[in-house]
């Protein structure tokens, strides 16, 4: 840098960035010397120039980026990509090093995923939504059938990092027995093998990465080994159960009920008012119509603390990266 010479801002592409965000990355950014390019649409091949120039790009995990999309950012230059989110399943990773693309996640809060994970379960096992449902056609009457106690539960959590290790904290004042699955321990639960802990537990709640090892976790044959009335909870990612077999053993009585922040082919259909259209994914359609069946639109993130974690994050990602310590 010749010495005088104004110290050009980092420049930063932001791909997927609704109004909260945007309001966000406009108050941080300039603090901490980014010159942001916000854009609403996901990053694809037909935006992908408003990268040119910038060596690093931000992007959500609410839409899968494609391979192709990927090389065409690479040929504009683009060599890093900061997802603003724990999980990067949405991208393939392997490829993007192929082309000589990082890519980082960001780290933020767990205590909302925490918080929202409990919410799920205190419901699904006080019947929560068959309860609003006659509440909203103004029948008050109890239920047929009483709720439950998590004291008098065995609650099975399904890795323990960050977010796993919160639910579990959360838990222990509910005084119920907490087992846990994950090599790494690290918590106060009781760690045994994910078979027995499916054998025992009256509620499964799922909390590890999404990957080719992970894919399908609770598979048909597990969920069959499963505690008769149990309850699944997943606030992780869709692909970590068999959709089909848990609504099998749902639909057969088998498990008592399932709470669900994401699904299998939730793309195209979570995030979007579809009021007016009709839903394809007929799995989601058998799940709504069942009264024991919790769904929402993947939002147990969506807290004020997350989401200024996870922008303030993705533009330290940038940075560390243009100054050669990228995080990922």
């Known amino acids: 840098m010749v010495c005088g010479e104004p110290v050009r801002e980092a420049g930063i592409t932001v791909y997927g960035c609704g109004a909260d965000e945007a309001a966000l990355f406009r108050e941080m950014a300039p603090r901490l010397g980014v010159a942001p390019t916000l854009v609403a649409e996901a990053v694809s091949e037909v935006n992908v120039g408003l ?65 929202y994970t409990v919410m799920l379960m205190l419901m699904a096992v006080r019947h929560a939504k068959s309860v609003v449902r006659r509440v909203d056609v103004h029948d008050y009457r109890l239920g047929d059938v009483p709720g439950r106690e998590l004291r008098d539960l065995t609650v099975g959590v399904v890795g323990t990092g960050r977010i796993g290790a919160a639910v579990v904290d959360r838990l222990a004042g509910f005084g119920c027995r907490v087992l846990a699955c994950d090599a790494r321990g690290g ?48 606030t ?12 099998s053993a749902l639909e057969s009585g088998r498990l008592g009920g399932a709470a669900l922040d994401v699904l299998e082919g939730e793309e195209g259909v979570f995030y979007v008012d579809r009021r ?23 939002t147990a993130y969506y807290t004020d603390r997350a989401l200024r974690d996870a922008v303030e994050n993705s533009i330290v990602n940038c940075l560390k990266f243009e100054s050669g310590n990228p995080r990922g």
């Open 51 to 115: 990268a040119a120039g910038n060596r690093c790009v931000s992007v959500g995990h609410k839409a899968r980026i494609a391979n192709s999309t990927l090389l065409a950012l690479a040929r504009v230059g683009v060599e890093y990509i900061s997802t603003r989110s724990i999980g990067y399943d949405h991208i393939d990773v392997e490829y993007a090093a192929g082309v000589g693309i990082s890519v980082g996640n960001v780290a933020y809060s767990p205590d909302g995923v925490a918080d």
């Open 187 to 234: 918590t106060s639960a009781d760690y045994v093998s994910l078979d027995e802990l499916l054998r025992l537990s009256d509620v499964v709640t799922l909390h590890v990465p999404l990957n080719a090892d992970t894919h399908h976790l609770l598979d048909r044959q597990r969920v069959g080994r499963m505690k008769p009335g149990a309850v699944v909870v997943n």
């Open 236 to 247: 992780g990612r869709g692909s970590l159960l068999d959709t089909e077999a848990l609504v």
């Open 276 to 298: 007016n259209k009709p839903v394809e994914n007929a799995l989601l359609l058998r799940l709504r119509e069942l009264s024991n069946v919790l769904v929402s639109p993947h």
